[in-house]
């Protein structure tokens, strides 16, 4: 039997991600994860978000006590190389000028840990922009929207504007893929709050999906 109360916890301090993760129903904590977050030496990207997703979730879920803990990591790939978050407006302008007129992929590994045990997945989207004016990139950079954001934009704020298509999971590109994610915390024992069929209960086991 699922247990609906059982508790969960996002290792992320991310609006975003809360957000997200509110709006499809989950009751949870939040506890940011501090972690060294660094890329090493020819890491592939989707190895280097699931990695990273799992440090966190790992590093939450060792005061967490038995509870559920989901953390995620997302990535700009465009060419092979990893766009993380920009160092500065500079940074953030290279950036974009490269993302101008190419399409290139949003990677997010999500990580569900519970006690030993712990539940992988990369979800990957393709996102296309249209080109973007000299002008369009000051603009935006001044706006400062791109300062803590995967690949310097926003696809959900005004960075909106330059996107032209979106292949794939759009919460993916947001920051967190909920399809993937209502997988992997079923799988953990954790439903929707709202869901009418969940029983109460506690601990990590979960016997088999509820429907």
Not at 44 to 56: E, F, G, P, T
Not at 122 to 127: G, H, L, N, R, Y
Not at 144 to 162: C, H, I, N, T, W
Not at 180 to 189: F, I, Y
Request: glycine content about 10%; proline content about 4%; overall charge negative.
């Amino acid at each position: 039997m699922y247990h609906s109360r059982m508790r969960l916890v996002l290792a992320s301090a991310s609006p975003r991600r809360i957000a997200l993760l509110r709006s499809a129903g989950y009751e949870f904590d939040t506890v940011p994860a501090d972690v060294d977050e660094s890329a090493r030496p020819g890491e592939a990207a989707a190895d280097y978000v699931r990695r990273v997703s799992l440090l966190k979730a790992r590093a939450v879920a060792a005061s967490a006590g038995e509870a559920v803990v989901l953390a995620a990591d997302t990535t700009v790939v465009l060419g092979g190389e990893m766009l993380g978050k920009p160092a500065d407006g500079r940074d953030a302008r290279r950036m974009l000028e490269r993302l101008s007129g190419r399409t290139h992929d949003v990677l997010t590994g999500v990580a569900v840990v519970c006690g030993a045990d712990a539940e992988l997945a990369v979800e990957s989207t393709a996102v296309s922009f249209r080109e973007l004016s000299a002008s369009e990139v000051d603009w935006y950079v001044a706006t400062g929207e791109p300062a803590d954001k995967a690949g310097a934009y926003a696809v959900q704020g005004l960075g909106s504007r330059f996107v032209a298509r979106v292949t794939g999971s759009y919460s993916n590109v947001v920051g967190l893929p909920l399809e993937t994610v209502q997988r992997l915390l079923e799988a953990a024992g954790v439903v929707r709050a709202w869901r009418p069929e969940a029983a109460a209960g506690g601990g990590c086991e979960a016997e088999g999906p509820l429907d």
